[in-house]
């Protein structure tokens, strides 16, 4: 068996403590929310620690309840189950549940974290490997080494994006809370990303992600979400290529608003704008459909670092897209989905 | 020995009352499996055990310059090392192929081959010291495919084999195939890619050595053959054989990437022996993939000619094996791409050209099926073309044209029963053929595919004129049945299939029945559990052993009560008078009677199987007893604007002569789906070459279960399983195999299905949509709607034994060059292909699987 190595444990219950301790210790301090994604990365070791703050132990950062205004505010270490299972996320914010229920597999989702959803490392199969196999390509530039073997001659690192909650809830226009010994600062979601495989988090090394922020929609009919996940299984496999829509939609069925964003095709969850300018003020018609699809999928840049023949995620990626925003708009989703290959249905 | 139909037929109850066989029985491990009480080899534990970790090659192909301790020494819990020097002996599971050392002593051939190994206290401490050491190494040129193999003669990365990296070439023709092209209406010509993939068996091998007392040792492994392991540990630690006990623990999976010795087995016992403490190695999932031995990747040319109604008259095969960096069971897997093409229809001419290489990485060997799926997809899938082109039901073109049973092939092979008829028929009717296919919308289609594979190989692994299987029974007053046999329980129920054996004969409950297997100083040799041989040799070994316990009780009790033998009864615990069923007495009375008249009570039962006619070089791979059959419809739907496709169904029909225990053959039928699935839907054994100018590296792309994508129960279709029953005389109580069999069909019948439902065909495996969709394009283009390979290299296959087939009034011999070599050194009691001398001389030739 692939075991840790060996580092000091923490488990503060005070989120105070935890941002004290996460200040105060090295530059090998990690933090650990579910460690479904922490503990394999340490067990290979393309992640070093020497000291691990558990979050779990923190009172009052788990849950989801209703805000005042009529949003949602998620706990960072809720578990992925919880939220999915939601009540109002089912039925207000579909596409989320959608996204969650994508994730990995049952056990996982019970005990992975929204948090660390979001804060998940990004992936690349030259990567996410052994110490010992890592030696035989005499390391990468993500970890211990100087090239970057998807792109040699590229100065850096297109590991991909992981997480399947991220580009939806920040096509929800999400908003995340952060604190640190300097105080607590709260920003929408995708300024927490920035676009590099190595450094793919914005946010400051001693910071928390304690709060997600869902901002309020009116109905179901107004706010429309939904989540589109490419990938070889039904279950357990990341997204080789994932499309989140949100379409907020006036009593004409005019689009108000609109997000689109792509998971996996790049190192951070990677906006459509061009497709979403070119929907605002319409009433969506299936060849406005196309249109805008074809204007998203030419975001996706991915690379050949993951399952798939990397041309051939880029050529359908169109049809996943248009998928999403016409089962958005009620319409049939004209994709054959194999349940390998959906996005999800609830299993949990 | 008593043949088994005589047994079958001695049987006073007769053939229709079994009161166990054919019944759904639990397996009787499976509340232990279930429980959780099951020991692996993983939870054996022992006083003062200690851990070790191999440390293993970095580079694809280089000299190993020097080996440096010093910061693994440093360990805390460091307890010793070991390096190639130590072993110098070499291995291999085939006498041709001695290729292996337990730990390389100069030159490391792939990533992930063994260099050197540590121990320490505990597994993290191993797993520490096993970081820390460093090795230096010299690169050579890295060979990563057939084409390169082919092309790059130096280096060479074994010397020996045939010239360059070609391990082993093969040539044979049976019967002139050129009058049989002339004779053909169409000739068909392509190529097809089998990619590699691996068996994937939940456990990770995992030994513990022990010390004995008195320099002895014992190992305890998950491996699918204690018997060879015991052999290859002699040999390599150098010790009689009678001080080494094998203990071959339950496997959690195997489908062959357990039936070699391996370097992890061989150096904890030497560890053991050196350390005078117990030493565990479990390996991680990462270095399953490096033992690998799974399919070897195939490409093949194959020509076939046929007349207007499908008949074929001659058919021409070409396979080129990327063997990786070891011989393992390759010579026999090259053979065996070639050798059952023709027992499932008539197939008058044939000739077949083999190929294997060697190349830098993990040595390919048996996987579920050997050598036979490969070939089989590229069959399936021509006849398929043939059926279109000449306007032909795919099924019909099939039935019109079975092998005729107890007959002899082409090649030599004596095929007895064929249950094809009823599997076609079955899978026919329940998939709704008929009425369906062809006629479906585009997007949804049917495939059909068919296979066969052996009941056991003929022949034993060494050349030898021991049984291949062997049973002991032992009974006593307790009225207990204790049942001794060499067989490896793998998860395919060979343990039950034992005990029912015993049980039906002697009449006595399951839970009286008491297994010992698989340990070298305990149970008489079974070979192991490969190429589907168990059910019929131990099964016909345990009849024997089982038929003379319940002669002598019989004997014995005959005299007691003084009712005649072939009277007696024996059935639910009782052995009694069938003309008058009160008069008798209890199974263990019955055991006093015949262990106070006879003695104490023991009786054995071994198995041989039949000679095989054929007599030519290569003879010896292909000779079954018996062979299975299996046919199967699958249903698909594809996206055209995407190439994504989903099985929906599949209908499976196999012809296992008779069901030991039918919910046991069903779960193998399954199981066979599944994997055969997994084959062309997404299992690849993949390699990342890194860009030449800046890295000689070749590293497998993904070894973990997360990256190497393998089907979830989740993404298995529903199955419909028919099990056609024919009893095969040479089966116990009729049974043959179904371990491998039903995996054949299903990769053929996906590409045929896909065909059926948009038109392009993909003769290759695995089918990624990608592929789908560059066929789609090309036809779109007007291109011929097609994925898969063009071109098949040239290779110098050498002469070519030719070899008169049985309607030509051939004798089984080659008429070339070969025939007074070989009848000089002739095996009279099985059919082998190489001389005495040779063989015995451990040299060439006696390969034999
Ligand atoms: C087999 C397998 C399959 C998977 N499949 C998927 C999938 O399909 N989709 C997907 O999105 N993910 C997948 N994952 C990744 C992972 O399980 C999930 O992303 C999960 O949500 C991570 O949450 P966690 O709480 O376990 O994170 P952890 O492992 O605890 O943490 C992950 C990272 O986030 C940091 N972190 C955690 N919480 C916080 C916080 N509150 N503030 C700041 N930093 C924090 C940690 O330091 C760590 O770097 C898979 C993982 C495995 C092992
Ligand atoms: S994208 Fe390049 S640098 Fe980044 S992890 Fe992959 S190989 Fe390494």
Redesign the pocket.
Known sequence: MIRLPPFAYRRPTDLADAAAMLAGEGPET????????????LKRRH?QASTVIS?MGIQG?AGVEETEDGGLRIG??TP?STVADHPVVRWRYPGLSRAID????PP??N???????????TRCTYYNQSEEWRRSINYCMKAAGEICWVAPSSPRCWAHS?????PMLAALEAEVELVSTRGSRRIPLPQMYQDDGIEYLA?QPD????TIYLPATSDAAHCRSSFW?L?RRGS????VMSTATTLWLDGHGRVERAAIYLGAVASFPKPADKAVERLIGEIPTPELLDQVSELARRKATPMDNTDFQAQWRKAVAGKYIRAALREALGMDPELLAPKHQAGGTPTS | MKPPSEAVAAKPQGERDFRLIGTPFRRVDARAKVTGQTRYADDLSFPRMVHMRLVRSTVPHARIRQIDFSRAEKVPGFLGKLTGEALPETFGILPVSQDEHALCPDVVRFVGDPVAAVVAVTEDQAIEAALAVEVEYEPLTTVASIEEALSTPEPRIHDYGVEGNLHKVVSMEFGDVEPGFEEAEVILEDTFLYEGNTHLPMEQHSSVAVPEDEGRLTLYSSTQTPHYCHRALAKVLGLPASRIRVVGTPNGGGFGGKSDPFNHEIVAARMALDLGRPVKVTLTREEVFYCHRGRHPVLMALRTGFTKDGAITAQHLKTALDGGAYGSYGVASTYYTGALQTVTYDLPRYRFDGVRCFTNKPPCGPKRGHGTPQPRFGFEIQLDKAAHQLGIDPADIRLKHLAAPHTITANWLKVETIGLRQCIEKVVEGSGWRERYGKLPRGRGLGLACGSYLCGAGLPIYWNHMPQSGVMLKLDRSGGVAVFCGESEIGQGSDSVLAAIVAEVLGVDLLDIRLCVADTDLTPVDLGSYSSRVTLMMGNAALQAAQRARDLIASAVSKKLEIPASRLVFAENRVFDAADPEQGVTFQEASIIAEALHGTLATTGSYIPPRSPGRYRGAGVGPSPTYSYSASVVEVEVDPDTGLYEVHHVWMAHDIGRSINPALVMGQVEGGVYMGLGEVLMEEQAFRRLPKRLSDSLVHKMPSL?EYKSPTFHDMPPVTTYLVEDPDALGPFGAKEVGQGPLLPIMPAVANAIFDAVGVRVDQTPIHPHMILEALAAQANEEEGRYGPTAFPEVDFGETLLVPTPEQGGDGRAINSWKEQLRSGMRSSTGTMTTRDEALSNKKGALTT
Do not use: Y
Not at chain 1, 102 to 105: D, K, V
Not at chain 1, 111 to 121: A, E, K, Y
């Open positions: 990690r933090l650990v929310a579910g460690g479904t994604d922490l503990w394999p990365n992640q979050l950062l960072a270490t992925l994508s994730i990995s597999s996982l989702r005990m992975g974290t929204i948090g660390g959803n979001l804060c998940v490392d992981a997480s399947d909650s991220a946010k910071e928390i992600l304690t996940k990938r357990i496999d990341f997204a | 997360l």
